[in-house]
Structure formats: structure tokens, C-alpha cells
């Protein structure tokens, strides 16, 4: 099975130019708030008519504006998964199952094919509660067997896990890659939070103010980004602005030094990123005999010390540089309890390795929703 989708929707302020192609899969749609994750999957149901453009799902075309084709959403077995789940509330649980299994055939009877999708969503016992009788999670096994129910060939789920607490997200998470494995389709998981893409997902397609960049594995995304904003979304915390000195080395401008890199260094770089856990604090007898840094050595001022619960994070910035300006201030995360004399006001020895700084090419600018929500 497969998935093509090149659209274009247009709005006053807003342009979202959607293109990408899915396998027999899972795939991400990463971005921030606003990015246009949320319309893409309306779009593909069928909710939101694009102004232009081809939708072919299975082999079927659900829109193509060139040919008038525009599907239903009942037509298009498209199973989408709001975070609110969706249920009817004046139904209780048999109902609203049954209300789209009757529209729908399947072996057995209405009764034999409700009792099978609740054993197999753990839902069984619940037929006469109603939606606000549920917990979180048997909302969403019942609004998941729910859309089953309509025997989809594409599973689409926009942030199903974003309002629940983290105990719950755990829970429901677990539930949800076992139906995503058994899926014999495609799927598309719609998220922000990075943590949940890189579980459940073997691709992932990063979304930018309505741009889409290349699918690429989530491994890949996640070692290496490409781009200032896949890099964003990817949870790295420090960048700097950079121009390029020579194929291994680049001026980090934000942060006063010249610094060696492993990867390639283009001639289109405008930025590098660097993992807070990625970077050390050396102690003095780090120098050399003349007192100078060794490589991809500088010396930062230490603003703020915060212990986490499983780890000391050290805010410091580049001597010579403004610990005002965002980029200047660089993030260090260490093992709990290995900061050493690290404390505010003092002066330490940051040091990166040259493996661990990424080259990024430019995007649109950064804005401050276009940071993941986690680490």
C-alpha cells in the first residue's frame, strides 16, 4: 500500500505546499505549532478541500484538482484521530461503535464484530458507559476501534498523546504502537514531541511554516539534521551563526571561535548546532604548557548551575561574547554530580568534539514556536 500527496492550500497569511510519499508505514509529520501538520491531515480526509493538487491513497484518488476529483471523506477510508478522540457524547460506547459498524460489512454479526473489536481494544464491559464516563485511555480505545470499525487502508493521528499526563502518555502509548504494528496500511502520526516520533516511527517528515523538507529515516534525522529547523525540531539547543573558513573548519560568530568540524563544511552553511549532552567541561590542567586551548577549546563564563533530577545543566556563555543575545548562551548537560567546581560566575573550559557539530543549512527564520516542547 501506499500514500501520495502533493498539495497546495493558501490562506491570507499562511501557504502550506505539502509533498510527500509513504510506503507501507509510519510516518511523522514533525513541526511546531501552526506548520501545518494538523491541515495536511484534514486535507487527506477530505475535511479541508486544497486549492490544488493530487491525493492518491491504495491506488485510489481521493482529490486531483486538474481532473475534478474531490472524495468524500465517508468515501475515502481514511481513519483520522483527533487529540480530543471525538466521540459522540449523547452515545454511550456500544453506540457509538455501532453506529459505524453498521455502515460498514464484515464477517459475523453487528453483535460478534462489536465483541471482537472490544476485547481487542480492552473495552469490554464499558458498552453502556458514555464518553465522560471514561478514563483517558478508554476513550481512546474506543474512539481507536471506532475508526477500525470503518476498515481503513490509512490510519492518520494528529497528537493523540498531547493532553494527557505522563503516566497515561506512556500507557496509551504502548497501545498505540501494537496497532500500528498490526496495521496493514500506511499511517501518519502528527506530533511535536520528538521523544514519541522516534518510538513509534520509522520516517519522519519535518514540516516548516507549511514547507515540507525530504522524509527521511528517524534515526538519520535525529544524528544528522540538514536544516536549521529539522535541527530545531529535533531537540538540539545550541547554534551559533557560522561562516565557513575552510572544508573542516568554520567561525561559530555568536561564539567568538573557530572550531573543527568532522562533516563537510558547504559553502551554503549558515549555522552549526551542537547537543547539550554532547558537550564537556575540561579541567584546567587542560592547557597547554604556554597556557593556550587545544582544539574546539574556549573558555565561557557560567551564568546559572540547575540540578535535574538526573543530571546538572550548566547555562554559560563565550567569554568576549553578550550573554543576552539567545545564541550566545550555550546549554551543557552533564551526569548529575559532574560539573565539577562549575559555579555561577566562574570561568570553565567547554569543549566540543569535532564529530559533534552539525553543519546547517539555512530555512525560513527562527521563530519562538519553533522549538520542540522536549530536551
Known amino acids: 500500500m501506499s500514500l501520495y500527496v502533493k498539495i497546495k492550500k493558501a490562506y491570507d497569511d499562511f501557504t502550506l505546499e505539502a509533498e510527500f510519499e509513504a510506503q507501507n508505514e509510519t510516518m511523522a509529520l514533525l513541526g511546531a505549532s501552526g506548520c501545518g501538520k ?41 481513519g483520522l484521530l483527533f487529540q480530543n478522540y471525538a466521540l459522540f457524547p449523547n452515545m454511550t460506547v456500544e453506540e457509538n461503535v455501532m453506529a459505524v459498524l453498521s455502515k460498514h460489512g464484515g464477517s459475523g454479526s453487528l453483535r460478534e464484530r462489536y465483541e471482537r473489536l472490544a ?22 480505545r474506543v474512539a481507536l476501534a471506532r475508526i477500525m470499525a470503518s476498515g481503513p487502508s490509512l490510519l492518520m ?30 499511517a501518519l502520526y502528527v506530533s511535536h514531541n520528538r521523544d514519541e516520533v522516534i518510538r513509534l516511527c520509522g520516517r519522519v517528515c519535518v514540516i516548516d511554516h507549511g514547507r515540507f523538507e525530504r522524509a527521511r529515516p528517524t534515526k538519520e534525522l535525529f544524528e544528522s ?7 530545531l525540531l529535533s531537540g538540539c539547543k ?59 577549546m574556549f573558555r565561557c563564563r557560567v ?32 551526569p548529575k554530580g559532574a560539573a565539577g567546581g562549575a559555579e555561577e560566575g566562574v570561568v570553565v573550559l567547554a569543549v566540543i568534539k569535532p564529530k559533534d557539530i552539525m553543519p546547517l543549512r539555512p530555512d525560513l527564520p527562527i521563530t519562538p514556536d519553533a522549538k520542540c516542547d522536549t530536551i
Open 38 to 78: 494538523s491541515l495536511t491531515l484534514r486535507c487527506i480526509a477530505g475535511i479541508t478541500k486544497p486549492d490544488e493538487g493530487l491525493i492518491v491513497s491504495d491506488g485510489v484518488t481521493l482529490f486531483d484538482s486538474r481532473k475534478g476529483i474531490n472524495l468524500s471523506p465517508q468515501r475515502r477510508r481514511a
Open 119 to 140: 476485547r481487542n481494544f480492552y473495552f469490554d464491559g464499558l458498552e453502556n458507559h458514555y464518553p465522560a464516563q471514561l478514563s483517558g485511555g478508554q476513550q481512546q
Open 157 to 186: 493521528f494528529d497528537e493523540p498523546l498531547s493532553a494527557l499526563d505522563s503516566y497515561l502518555r506512556w500507557q496509551l502509548e504502548d497501545e498505540l504502537a501494537r496497532t500500528l504494528e498490526a496495521f496493514p496500511g500506511d
Open 225 to 231: 539534521p540538514e536544516t536549521l529547523a529539522s535541527s
Open 238 to 296: 545550541n547554534y551559533s551563526r557560522a561562516a565557513r573558513l575552510t572544508d573542516v573548519t568554520v567561525r561559530a560568530l555568536d561564539w567568538d571561535v573557530d572550531l573543527e568540524c568532522s562533516k563537510t563544511v558547504d559553502a551554503g552553511i549558515s549555522h552549526i548546532g551542537v547537543r547539550s549532552h554532547y558537550i564537556s567541561i575540561a579541567p584546567e590542567d587542560a592547557l597547554t604548557a604556554d597556557g593556550q586551548t587545544g582544539t574546539n
Open 303 to 334: 551564568l546559572k548551575v540547575t540540578e535535574d533530577v538526573f543530571s546538572t545543566i550548566v547555562d554559560v556563555c563565550p567569554l568576549g561574547t553578550d550573554p543576552g543575545h539567545d545564541f550566545s548562551r550555550i546549554r551543557i548537560e552533564l
